[in-house]
Every structure is written in structure tokens, then in C-alpha cells.
């Protein structure tokens, strides 16, 4: 068992982050897990038929079910403000220690005597990873980035709701189903005993790619005072990433139109017009004005928190969605 100390002086620095780093790594689960496989096989015959150098060096990188590098779990979250992903998972990446590095070879070295990887040096493996990892974004993840983060930012939004209704207990009782929380520690179901109380906070990531378990970096740099543990975890609502939209042919599609029915279909969760155009992949003028119609129609409430304003379903905009 994992164990997570969260003192009085962590609370307040609990912290929820779709982070693309943490986001991206989590979907190489793809090649060892039996669970995230029966969620993603879309995602895994799209890998198969991209047939990439890049992926099968990843697949032996991340080969083991029960290890992961610290390579591709590095310390802190960040989020990407320039919309450059694939620069920024390898800038990320570039900046891991080769301390880090070198004992994730140790590890391979030791497990895996017969791996290539294990001939590689710490900053042999740091560069070709990096690389690796942003030539699989650009070739595999990029055409569902918008909407697997967007899932991501709605289960953000859900988990605010929820602290806020019921508090930080129940809101981090309701990570995974091997997650638990007794109200001062948070206990992670784990073969490998350890505790750890740092007096940090903790960051907490949902991923639409973890269909199930968690990934923790437990280690902090006790040189660095910004540094968390990190919990990440499954998002909410997976399996939408790889729905598609109403047939041309429903009756709400020619009731509504197309594009207005895909957006009160996404709209299962409160959410904001930047998420909802994020998840579908829509300039956001597009989706705000879609939504001031059904909110005009009855069919969706805006409701205000703080500066933001989340769009839902009402009564009605459920029962029509039945037509479909």
C-alpha cells in the first residue's frame, strides 16, 4: 500500500491539472494493459497501422506491467499555453535528471538483460524518448488531443462540483477504485509498502487514456519546495473519446442540425463553452453561440460560478435526446 499523508497544511494545496505530459504517457498503458486495451482498441489499431519505429522503441520502454520509468513521470505538472505539444512533452522530457534516467536503465539492465535500451546511455535514453514521444503525438494522438483533454478538463469541472458539495473526502474517495481516502491519508492499493508525508500537497491528473488504476510519483526532491507527490488517474467518461456523433439520419439531428446536436450531446457534464469546444473540437464562437440557443430553447441552464459559466443538460434536453 501506498500511503499519502495530506496534513492541515496540504489541503489547501491539493491541485487538479490536465496535464499533457501525464495525459500522453498514460495512453502507452495501451501496450501492457489488459483493461486499457478492451477501453482504447480503437487507439491501439490506429498504433498498430501508424507501424512506427518510435512506437515499438516505447513499447519496450514501458514493457512492464508493474514498472514505469521516471523517465515518462517526471516531477511536477505544468500545462501547455502555446499550444505546442509535441515541443512541449520534449522540452519536458529533456529536463529530467539523468540520475533519474540512469537508474531506470539499472532497472532495465537488470530485468530486461537482453534489452537494446539497456546499451544506451542516461542521455542516449533522455533524447531518444523524448523524441519518440513527440513523434507519437503528432503521428497518433493529436487528431483526439482536443477531445481527450476536454474529457479531461470535464472531469476537473466535476470534481470541483463535487468538492464543493460534499467536500475534499468524498472528492478523493472517487478517484479509481484503488484509491481511498480516510480524511488524512490517502491510501493507493500497491504490492510495495510506503508512506510518505511531505507537507507539499499533491497534484491530481485525470487521463482519459488510464482507463483504470493510477500511476503515482511518490518521490519528491527534497531540494525543491514546489515539489508533490503526483496521483494520476482515470477520467471520467473514457468511452467517449471514441463516440461518434448522431447518424445524419435521427430525427433530433434534423430537428436540431448537426453541429447542435453534437453539442447537447457532449453537454452530460457541467461544463464551460471553452471545455465544450476543447471536447468536440469546435471554435468556441461556434459552440457559445449553439449553446445560447439551446440554453434560450430550454433545453440546456447556465449556471455562473466564480468567473466561469457551466452549460448542462436540463430535464427536457435529456428526454430529447431520447429521439435519437
Known amino acids: 500500500m501506498i500511503d ?6 496540504d489541503f489547501g494545496r491539493v491541485r487538479f491539472l490536465a496535464d499533457p505530459l501525464w495525459s500522453a504517457t498514460a495512453s502507452l498503458a495501451i501496450f501492457v494493459c489488459a483493461s486499457a486495451n478492451s477501453v482504447h482498441a480503437p487507439l491501439v489499431e490506429l498504433t498498430r497501422r501508424r507501424g512506427l519505429q518510435e512506437v515499438e522503441f516505447l513499447r519496450e520502454l514501458t514493457h512492464e506491467l508493474y514498472w514505469f520509468p521516471s523517465l515518462l513521470a517526471p516531477s511536477g505538472c505544468e500545462e501547455c499555453t502555446d499550444g505546442d505539444v509535441a515541443g512541449h512533452l ?3 522530457l529533456t529536463k529530467v535528471s539523468l540520475d533519474d534516467v540512469a537508474r531506470d536503465l539499472d ?5 530486461r538483460p537482453g534489452s537494446a535500451i539497456g546499451g544506451m546511455t542516461p542521455r542516449q535514453l533522455r533524447s531518444r524518448t523524448a523524441d519518440a514521444l513527440a513523434v507519437y503525438w503528432q503521428m497518433v494522438l493529436q487528431p483526439l488531443w482536443a477531445k481527450a483533454m476536454g474529457l479531461a478538463e470535464a472531469d476537473i469541472a466535476y470534481r470541483a462540483e463535487v468538492m464543493a458539495k460534499r467536500g475534499l473526502t468524498s472528492t478523493l474517495s472517487d478517484l479509481s477504485n484503488r484509491i481511498t481516502f480516510d480524511g488524512s491519508v ?9 508512506r510518505l508525508a511531505t507537507g507539499r500537497g499533491l497534484w491530481l491528473v485525470p487521463s482519459v487514456f488510464r482507463a483504470s488504476g493510477y500511476t503515482v510519483r511518490e518521490v519528491v526532491d527534497p531540494s525543491d519546495p514546489h515539489d508533490a507527490p503526483i496521483v494520476s488517474y482515470p477520467a471520467r467518461g473514457a468511452a467517449r473519446l471514441w463516440e461518434r456523433g448522431p447518424s445524419g439520419g435521427g430525427p433530433l439531428q434534423r430537428l436540431l442540425g448537426r453541429t447542435r446536436t453534437r453539442v447537447l450531446t457532449a453537454s452530460g457534464l457541467p ?3 471553452t471545455e465544450l469546444a476543447g471536447l468536440l473540437g469546435l471554435p468556441k464562437a461556434t459552440v457559445s453561440g449553439h449553446l ?8 440546456m441552464i447556465a449556471t455562473r460560478r466564480a468567473k466561469e459559466v457551466y452549460y448542462d443538460r436540463t430535464a ?6 431520447q429521439l435519437r
Open 271 to 273: 461544463s464551460t463553452t
Open 316 to 321: 427536457l434536453g435529456d428526454e430529447l435526446l
Open 292 to 299: 445560447r440557443t439551446l440554453t434560450d430553447a430550454g433545453l
Open 186 to 194: 490517502l491510501h493507493l492499493d500497491n504490492s510495495i509498502d510506503t
Open 90 to 92: 520534449r522540452s519536458r
Open 107 to 111: 532497472h532495465i539492465r537488470k530485468v
Open 4 to 9: 499519502i499523508e495530506l496534513g492541515v497544511e
